[in-house]
Structures are given as C-alpha cells and as structure tokens.
C-alpha cells in the first residue's frame, strides 16, 4: 500500500489540502477508527490530524488484512505484518503509537522456518521432509503398518513429555512400507518439541565418504554433526558399499560417541541378524565377523526394533 506520506508528496498545496481534508473525511466514517474514538473521547480532530498517518496506515493495513491474498502476495508494506495503535493518556493528552505486529500467517512461517533449521539432511531430498505431515493420513494409508506407527508415537509422546532418551529405533521391513517417511515424522515432531536432528541416507554418504577422505575439515565438521545432534538417522543402513574405514573409523567413531549419550535411528530393509552379516563384509576385506560383532554392539544394545509390515507405497497417488 503507497504510504500518506508518498500520496500526498505528490500532490501541490491546493491539491494536497483538499486531498488532506478527503482523507480526513474517510477516516472519520471508517468503523475501525469510529471504534477506537468511541472508546477515546478525547481523540478529537486535531488529534486525528496529527496523527493522520498512522490511522491511514492502520485502516489500510486491517482492510488489506480483511482480503488477505496469502503471505507471499501481501500487500502491506511490511510484509506479513499490520500497524496496530497503542493510545496512551500521557498528562491529560491523547498520544498515539504505531507498532508493526506479525499477522498469524507469518507466525506460523516463523515457527515453521524455527523448525526447520533445527533439522539437517544430508543426502535425503528436503522435499520428502518439507511435504508437510498428517498424523490420521500416516495411521489410515496401510492399516498393516499400524502397530509399527503406534510404536513410534509413542517414542515420540514419551520423548516429549520425559526428555530425550539415549535408546533409539530401527525400522526394519520391506520396500516402500513408509520407514524414512516416518522417521522424517519423528524428526519433525521433536524439532517442534526443540530438538536437534540429521538424517542420512546411507549410501550415497558412503559413497561420498570416499572423495572426502581428502577433505579433512569438512570430514571432522559432518562426523561431529552427527556426533552432537539430539536426533541421528541412518536411513537405509545396510544398501550401503562398505570399506573398512568406513564401518570403523566413520560409522564405528559416530556410534561409539553415540551410545548411552543420545539416540541414534534405524531404517533398513535387513532385520538386526541380517544387518550384522552385512556389516561384517567390506568389499576390501571380505567377511570379518567380528568387526560386524563389534558394531553391532553399537547398535543392538541401544535401539528398540520396530517392524513395519505392508504394502510398498511408492508410486501409489
């Protein structure tokens, strides 16, 4: 909206005094400040005069308000915001004071935007965790899944009303059945609670491992992310093309700083036996049992396992 200021730069005095005198004459019949002078008598004309800018702005902010079009084609002139008035009795008179405050969509743009910055994906497409989520579609999609759902609700409700707990999940079951969907839920859902959180998905971090091996501060600055996060997620462990260094410098240092600190979590297609066979093979030195042992101790220990059983979901609309 152009400003009182601006309309009227533009205009000689002639022309400025009776456009002056219009406006003056459409704020007086306007109901917004036919109210606020009903409950202020001593808001006269000379008052209104004198702080004619700022009741133009407020009136043409709350008529904006009134039509609004949606936060991205806001017509205020400060975006997302409306003037409100303060009246204040100061010595007998009347003082006027205008305030920029956030309208509710911009709140909620704010505590969404809050939310977002407390979570980090590293190789998971953002789309899948900007979509938005809708707690009755996760339970009505495949009533098959529901036990598995129910599980992690109720991690979720627990960790909001106790505090963050160092046991995490796994996800185990086939293809398609919503693992990473849900844990992009359970991300979302305790960054609203405050809590930090990183998602990965596991095989193209490994594979990316390999070029960074040369590019040690931004090794030691992903590595220590997920050290210290509140929420850590490793999403399809087990798809992954594991080198020895890999499992056990990168993954093994992770999980070891991890363990009875904080929770780590799970999506695989592998249950947790089928999990340590995988981890006990490198493509450069075969089947080494123990190491698989080793991590898994990391693992096992620490996670309650959630089966997720039902049709696979992809492609379906």
């Not at 005198?21 to 007086?28: C, D, K, Q, V």
């Not at 919503?178 to 594979?207: C, N, Q, R, W």
Request: one cysteine or more; a neutral charge.
């Amino acid at each position: 909206m152009e400003s009182l200021g601006e309309l009227l730069e533009s205009m000689k005095s002639s022309a400025l005094r009776r456009r002056t005198a219009e406006i003056t004459e459409e704020l007086l019949k306007n109901p917004l400040i036919q109210a606020m002078r009903a409950e202020y008598p001593e808001i006269d004309d000379r008052v209104l005069r004198i702080n004619l800018s700022k009741l133009y702005q407020y009136a043409g902010d709350q008529a904006n308000c009134k039509q609004c079009p949606g936060l991205d084609r806001c017509p205020n002139d400060f975006q997302g915001h409306y003037s409100k008035l303060d009246i204040q009795r100061v010595n007998g008179t009347v003082e006027i004071y205008e305030r920029k405050t956030p309208c509710s969509l911009q709140v909620a743009k704010t505590n969404e935007d809050q939310i977002r910055k407390r979570i980090r994906s590293f190789y998971v497409d953002d789309k899948a965790l900007n979509e938005g989520y809708d707690h009755m579609e996760i339970m009505a999609k495949d009533r098959l899944r529901a036990p598995g759902v129910h599980q992690v609700f109720k991690y979720i409700k627990e960790t909001k009303e106790n505090g963050l707990s160092p046991r995490g999940l796994y996800l185990t079951g086939s293809f398609g059945t919503g693992k990473t969907y849900l844990m992009g839920y359970l991300l979302y859902e305790l960054a609203m609670a405050g809590y930090s959180g990183v998602i990965v998905y596991m095989p193209d971090f490994v594979e990316d491992l390999k070029t960074m091996m040369q590019d040690g501060p931004k090794l030691k600055e992903m590595v220590e992310t997920m050290k210290n996060c509140d929420l850590l997620i490793f999403d399809d462990i087990g798809a992954e093309n594991l080198s020895p260094w890999v499992r056990d410098h990168v993954l093994g240092s992770i999980l070891n700083y991890r363990m009875n600190r904080k929770p780590t979590f799970y999506t695989s297609n592998y249950p947790l036996d089928g999990l340590e066979r995988h981890l006990s093979f490198t493509s450069k030195d075969g089947e080494e049992a123990h190491k698989g042992q080793r991590l898994m101790n990391r693992i096992a220990p620490f996670v309650d396992v959630v089966h997720l059983y039902g049709e696979n979901q992809r492609g379906k609309f």
